[in-house]
């Protein structure tokens, strides 16, 4: 009987022969089935390296082995793109185009107080572009690499090793590989024994995979886990089927990759592609290209032209009304310049940026760095996240699930004897030995399996086996051989199973039947080895292949990528804000049914990345629509999808951490990178977490709608006010004979009521607001003008009454100018505790403190400009104190009046609230 080797304390289980120059970047695709003369051929190099002089040359010419450094504001960061980036904006632009009119008609006044609001919106954004960038920065590693090349000092020189910096590396360059190594360039394998890199940031696959030259009758590399899946589903469909996408360079087995690392073993290759020029480089440019225009540029843009349409519209007529009734055009043209910035919020771009600069900072607290101030709106009109899984969703790392005997059932001798055969391997293991130590080897344990046990003897792994032998000496006269590996290959060697603790023939039904078991936890996402064992009178000289034979099959050691702590209840709060998931991933479609299952995500229909090929975008839309897991995919699948979603009206927000993310990242509405992502990923992205917790992207998307909502209040509002004291304008030029306002107290008038809403960043929201996607929408705002507008002159119009009959303001201009100027600025300051939201003023969410009292300080000031010489300057005068009786019935009628157009308005429609 086969015994147990010791009991161990365990935790619970959880163009060939085509000269080329080799300053022409070489073709991956045609290189990698090439013959290895060949090769060297087209890159001008041999076997034993490039001499020193040629190296030179060649980085002479061709530049250091060196991405470009990617920054915030463009490819350096520099001051002057981030400067760039901070102008860019339709409303700076129009204020500017508004301080050039104030110039031109000699009001020098007017062009610094706009010139004043777009240096302090500049300077804020460039603020903030600065402070992430140097945040950026500093999560960039210092470290300086150097790679081992094989060189010759001149042509008739053998090849020695050396170091040499990696920038220093050059296309031909042999390059030798370790265990370890980070593949510094785009490299074509001439040469490996058991080469295993880790690529799984190009491709998303989370295991490593075997790389090996191509050559005449070689076996292909072993299978990992997503082939071995694959076939056990077309064993299962009774028909063949494409799982993968369809061919991507990572794919090619004689090819690696900058970027990627050397798990185990060693290999020969020479350089085909440095810098730009690798995948990487390639990927990483896309980093830095314009990306499509976001939901919250597209917002801003749309309410940008409708201000202007309405001032394009209100301004004539303003001028040939007044001018024609006055007579004096130079002064009616003055007054025109006033109206426009009058219908212009010209405080938006520092509220937009101060509502996004306060949220940058709540955030950055919440440890997320904001990259691009407009993300944060965006993100509060995400309705669909599109999440990379591994990383993201989990934790990217090996970690043990569980043990079974052959008939599935939970057994923990499968794990003991993989422990043995780990504990005593003389190379390094792989992610899945690794994760066997971290579930057994707690203190003292090593210690008991090295009194216990002594290495007699090994046969190591190799991808061609796919399977690893340990020979292990107990006793005096014993041996005991134990082998682990792919399950397609360990079966057939076992002609015995355990079996409730005894052992029993494997029979061919029942050899089938733990097959099934085996196939059974792939289809669930896992990945299995298989343990098996053989007791043999020791003898002299050693172990062969075929001895591997005549196996006790001991049992299965399943595997996961475990599911990241919290992220199922980050998702559920994300569903409960209106935000769909979609997982998008490189691996293998029974890990993302897993993932899925585990985390929440409806798992109906798994697509993978080749059926994705053979869809036009009418059919990928639809697709798109009902399925929530993709499969296999590659970058371009992943940015097709974020394409075809943004295409239907979606706003889409995507989570990555690989190169192989880029293309979607910048594709999305928002990009967003952990930390621990490729620097390229970091780039694209536009935010980044600290910390992977993605409860922290809850907290973002409502702190989006918030910033969306309180810079919504700001432009609706005071647009329509605006728009109601530039109609009360152009009525009152066609019946008094004078100005009913200068041009100055109107700019006064604004600046008071602009300074007080630079509170409405710290306003509340409605938590029913806050409950669904918000995005900015300019087709309500020319509504909400109409309405607003003229319900504001009607009042403005009344108290024009009141001030001309019953104070006899006709005959004193100051008084009646003085009279609306306090009316028209507490009605504004009014109006924004009625309009903030769908409850009435007194109702629903309170406003908060700073708004209060800005509000309040703003209404005292313009009440001190005319019941006091303040106002002198202004060409105010005193108003008498039985005017205020006036206003105590008038505001409190707008107010209710306001209310009721809002109620009747929000049955039909939604603004903001």
Not at 344 to 364: D, F, H, K, Q, Y
Not at 470 to 480: A, K, M, Q
Not at 586 to 595: H, K, L, M
Not at 751 to 776: I, M, T
Request: overall charge neutral.
């Amino acid at each position: 009987m086969l015994r147990t080797p010791f009991r161990v304390p365990r935790r619970a289980p959880a163009d060939a022969g085509r000269p080329a120059s080799p300053d022409r970047a070489a073709r991956p695709r045609e290189l990698a089935e090439a013959p290895v003369f060949t090769v060297f051929q087209r890159l001008a190099s041999t076997p034993a390296g490039l001499t020193e002089s040629e190296a030179a040359d060649r980085q002479r010419r061709r530049g250091d082995n060196a991405l470009p450094e990617l920054g915030v504001g463009g490819a350096a960061g520099s001051a002057a793109a981030r400067a760039l980036a901070a102008v860019r904006s339709p409303f700076v632009a129009l204020l500017a185009g508004l301080g050039v009119v104030f110039v031109l008609v000699g009001d020098p006044r007017g062009a610094l107080t706009v010139a004043a609001v777009v240096l302090l919106s500049v300077g804020l954004r460039a603020w903030q572009h600065t402070r992430s960038d140097r945040a950026l920065r500093a999560l960039r590693s210092q470290v300086s690499h150097t790679v081992t090349v094989r060189r010759r000092a001149g042509e008739d020189s053998e090849g020695l090793r050396r170091e040499v910096p990696l920038a220093d590396l050059v296309p031909g360059d042999v390059v030798l590989l370790g265990a370890g190594d980070v593949v510094p360039a785009d490299l074509r394998v001439v040469a490996a024994t058991d080469l295993v890199v880790d690529q799984s940031a190009l491709s998303g696959e989370a295991l490593p995979v075997a790389k090996r030259p191509p050559g005449p009758g070689r076996r292909p590399a072993a299978p990992t886990v997503d082939r071995v899946a694959d076939r056990v589903r077309r064993r299962l469909a009774g028909r063949t089927e494409v799982v993968g996408s369809r061919a991507e360079p990572v794919d090619a087995a004689a090819l690696c990759f900058a970027g990627t690392s050397v798990v185990a073993g060693s290999g020969v290759a020479v350089v085909i592609a440095t810098g730009p020029d690798t995948y990487l480089g390639t990927i990483a440019r896309q980093a830095e290209r314009a990306r499509p225009d976001s939901g919250f540029d597209l917002g801003v843009r749309s309410v940008g032209w409708t201000l202007i349409r309405f001032m394009l519209v209100m301004v004539p007529i303003v001028l040939v009304v007044n001018g024609a009734v006055t007579g004096d055009w130079t002064r009616a043209a003055m007054f025109a310049a006033a109206v426009a910035v009058g219908l212009t919020p010209e405080m938006l771009p520092v509220i937009v940026t101060t509502n996004l600069a306060r949220g940058a900072l709540l955030l950055s607290r919440r440890k997320v760095i904001v990259k691009r101030l407009n993300a944060i709106q965006d993100l509060g009109a995400v309705d669909v996240l599109c999440v990379d899984k591994t990383g993201t969703l989990t934790e990217d790392r090996v970690a043990f699930a569980c043990a079974i005997d052959a008939a599935g059932r939970p057994d923990a001798e499968p794990i003991d004897y993989a422990y043995l055969a780990v504990h005593f391997r003389s190379e390094p293991g792989d992610r899945l030995d690794e994760a066997i130590v971290a579930q057994l080897a707690e203190d003292g344990e090593a210690l008991l399996a090295d009194a216990t046990y002594d290495r007699v003897d090994e046969i190591g792994f190799d991808h061609t086996r796919r399977r690893h032998t340990v020979v292990l000496r107990r006793g005096p006269g014993e041996h005991l051989l134990i082998t682990k590996g792919d399950p397609d290959e360990i079966l057939p060697r076992c002609g015995h199973a355990r079996d409730a603790g005894a052992v029993v023939e494997l029979t061919g039904a029942a050899r089938g039947r733990a097959a099934e078991v085996a196939r059974t936890y792939a289809r669930h996402g896992m990945r299995v080895l298989a343990v098996a064992a053989r007791q043999l009178p020791a003898r002299p000289g050693g172990y062969r292949e075929a001895d591997e034979s005549d196996l006790v099959l001991v049992g299965f050691v399943g595997f996961v990528d475990p599911v990241r702590e919290g992220a199922a209840e980050a998702l559920r709060t994300l569903r409960g804000h209106g935000v769909a998931v979609k997982i998008l991933t490189g691996d293998n479609r029974y890990v993302a049914e897993r993932v899925g299952a585990q985390v929440g995500v409806p798992v109906h229909d798994i697509v993978a990345g080749a059926r994705l090929d053979r869809c036009d975008d009418a059919e990928l839309a639809e697709l798109v629509a009902r399925t929530s897991v993709f499969a296999k995919l590659s970058p371009a699948h992943k940015a097709r999808i974020v394409a075809v979603l943004r295409a239907g009206g979606h706003a889409v927000g995507f989570v990555g951490d690989g190169v192989n993310d880029v293309p979607a990242l910048r594709h999305a509405d928002v990009g967003i990178a952990p930390d621990t992502a490729t620097d390229v990923a970091k780039a694209a992205a536009d935010l980044i977490l600290l910390d992977k917790d993605l409860s922290v992207l809850a907290g973002g998307v409502v702190e989006g709608r918030r910033t969306l909502a309180n810079t919504g209040k700001y432009v609706n509002i005071t647009a329509s006010s605006n728009f109601g004291n530039v109609l009360t304008v152009l009525v009152a030029s066609v019946f008094l004979p004078f100005l009913p306002i200068l041009p100055i107290q109107l700019m006064a008038q604004n600046l008071l009521y602009d300074l007080a809403q630079l509170a409405l960043p710290w306003d509340r929201v409605d938590a029913e607001y806050l409950s669904r996607p918000r995005r900015w929408d300019a087709t309500g705002l020319a509504p909400f003008m109409l309405v607003f507008g003229p319900l504001s002159s009607l009042f403005d119009l009344s108290t024009f009454a009141v001030l001309w009959w019953g104070w006899h303001a006709g005959a004193d201009p100051a008084l009646f100018q003085a009279g609306w100027f306090v009316e028209g600025l507490l009605t504004q300051l009014l109006i924004v505790f009625v309009l903030r939201g769908r409850a009435a003023p007194l109702g629903g969410t309170r406003p908060a403190r700073a708004v209060l009292l800005a509000s309040g300080g703003a209404a005292l000031v313009g009440l001190l400009l005319v019941l006091t010489p303040l106002g002198g300057p202004l060409g105010l005068r005193a108003l008498p104190a039985d005017y205020l009786l006036w206003l105590a019935v008038l505001l409190p009628a707008y107010g209710l009046a306001a209310h009721l157009a809002k109620s009747l308005g929000a049955r039909s429609r939604s603004v903001w609230w």
